[in-house]
Each structure stands twice: as structure tokens, then as C-alpha cells.
């Protein structure tokens, strides 16, 4: 998939997940056009929710080949609104600047996150947790477990998740990967910066 294709579904990957039921139409018709494996299929098919199932497949999709984005968009039939959202990014050049919209120092964007600042980070993430931390490479098994495990509260399950991503990642858990997720799932710049303070 075309690079350009991949930052406009990374851009609007929270967007999307909310907006689309990707079981109805958009599956079977990126099955159809052998887009998806039957195995993906089934895969997306048996999360949970609707939310989860369109995170999965936009998961997928950059990894299915250069003819993948395009037909995701006639898949869009029924969502017109989220099609001519995806369309108008393609068209809207970026802003002068847009890039620097995370104004840290090599130093902090390059270390491991404290567990202050991963407990202050989870506080103020609220119902993007979960897209964040799917972004971070969490299973959506591990998802389930950290919100079973923390059913009552929101930032304990978070922070759950954050713990065992850093865990999992070690050195490569940076502040710069939380901040590529953090801006996949459209959380503003001041959030992170917050945190770090």
C-alpha cells in the first residue's frame, strides 16, 4: 500500500472504527475482491464489537498489497460520509509545519517512559485507551484482560496496558512510539506533553 494511503488511514483510524459496521458490506466485499484471506475474515469476525472489528481490519489492510486502500474506498458504499472524508484528506494538502506538531527534544523522545508518567498518561487518555494501546501491538486478547481485570476503572485498565506493552517492548518502549500511537488515535499533542512535565 502506498504510503500516502497508509498515513490517511492512520490519521483517521479512531474516526473510522466509530463510523463503520465493517461486517455488513466491507468485508465480504474485500473478501470478494481478494482483498482479505477467508482466515482474516473470520478473524475480524469474531472480536467483540463493531469497534474492534474495524480497528482489526484497518489493521490489515495496509499489509494487503497496493490495490488494497482503493478497494477499502468502493468497499464505502454505505458510508459515503466516511469515503469523501477519506477522499477530501487525499486532496487537502498538508499544512506548512504540520510535522512539528510534537515539540520535544530528541533526549526525552529517544528514553523509556516512567511509571509516573505512564499512570499520568493513562489518566488522561479516557476512551482512546483502547486504540492507543492496539496501535502499541497489544492483542485485543490482552486488551479484554486488562479491561476484565479492571472493570470499575477505566485508567487502572489503561494503565495495565501500558505497563505490559513497556514490558513486552523494553528499550524500544520510547516516547516517541507512544507518541506515533497517540497521534494515530487523533490525541492532542498537549496530552503527551502534560505527561512529560
Same mark, same amino acid.
Request: with cysteine.
Given at each position: *500500500?502506498?504510503?500516502?494511503?497508509?498515513?490517511?488511514?492512520?490519521?483517521?483510524?479512531?474516526?473510522?472504527? #466509530?463510523? @463503520?459496521?465493517?461486517?455488513?458490506?466491507?468485508?465480504?466485499?474485500?473478501?470478494?475482491?481478494?482483498?482479505? +484471506?477467508? !482466515?482474516?475474515?473470520?478473524?475480524?469476525?469474531?472480536?467483540?464489537?463493531?469497534? %474492534?472489528?474495524?480497528?482489526?481490519?484497518?489493521?490489515?489492510?495496509?499489509?494487503?498489497?497496493?490495490?488494497?486502500?482503493?478497494?477499502? %474506498?468502493?468497499?464505502?458504499?454505505?458510508?459515503?460520509?466516511?469515503?469523501?472524508? @477519506?477522499? %477530501?484528506?487525499?486532496?487537502?494538502?498538508?499544512?506548512?509545519?504540520?510535522?512539528?506538531?510534537?515539540?520535544?527534544?530528541?533526549?526525552?523522545?529517544?528514553?523509556?517512559?516512567?511509571?509516573?508518567? @505512564?499512570?499520568?498518561? !493513562?489518566?488522561?487518555?479516557?476512551?482512546?485507551?483502547?486504540?492507543?494501546? *492496539?496501535?502499541?501491538?497489544?492483542?485485543?486478547? !490482552?486488551?479484554?484482560?486488562?479491561?476484565?481485570?479492571?472493570?470499575?476503572? +477505566?485508567?487502572?485498565?489503561?494503565? !495495565? #496496558?501500558?505497563?505490559?506493552?513497556?514490558?513486552?517492548? #523494553?528499550?524500544?518502549? +520510547?516516547?516517541?512510539?507512544?507518541?506515533?500511537?497517540?497521534?494515530?488515535?487523533?490525541?492532542?499533542?498537549?496530552? %503527551?506533553?502534560?505527561?512529560?512535565?
Amino acid at each position: *500500500m502506498d504510503p500516502v494511503h497508509k498515513a490517511v488511514l492512520r490519521k483517521h483510524r479512531v474516526y473510522l472504527s #466509530g463510523e @463503520l459496521l465493517v461486517c455488513d458490506t466491507i468485508v465480504p466485499f474485500l473478501f470478494q475482491e481478494e482483498v482479505l +484471506t477467508e !482466515a482474516q475474515v473470520e478473524d475480524i469476525e469474531s472480536l467483540a464489537t463493531n469497534r %474492534l472489528k474495524a480497528l482489526r481490519l484497518l489493521d490489515l489492510l495496509p499489509t494487503r498489497g497496493p490495490r488494497a486502500f482503493h478497494c477499502f %474506498l468502493r468497499s464505502l458504499e454505505d458510508f459515503s460520509w466516511a469515503r469523501d472524508r @477519506l477522499q %477530501l484528506e487525499l486532496q487537502t494538502p498538508p499544512e506548512p509545519g504540520s510535522t512539528d506538531v510534537w515539540q520535544l527534544p530528541d533526549s526525552v523522545l529517544r528514553r523509556v517512559p516512567s511509571d509516573q508518567e @505512564l499512570s499520568r498518561l !493513562a489518566a488522561r487518555l479516557g476512551a482512546e485507551w483502547e486504540s492507543v494501546l *492496539m496501535d502499541l501491538g497489544l492483542s485485543a486478547e !490482552a486488551l479484554f484482560r486488562c479491561r476484565a481485570d479492571h472493570s470499575l476503572s +477505566t485508567h487502572g485498565a489503561a494503565l !495495565a #496496558g501500558l505497563v505490559q506493552w513497556r514490558r513486552s517492548e #523494553g528499550r524500544r518502549a +520510547t516516547v516517541q512510539r507512544l507518541l506515533q500511537s497517540l497521534q494515530a488515535a487523533e490525541v492532542h499533542p498537549s496530552v %503527551l506533553q502534560d505527561v512529560l512535565q
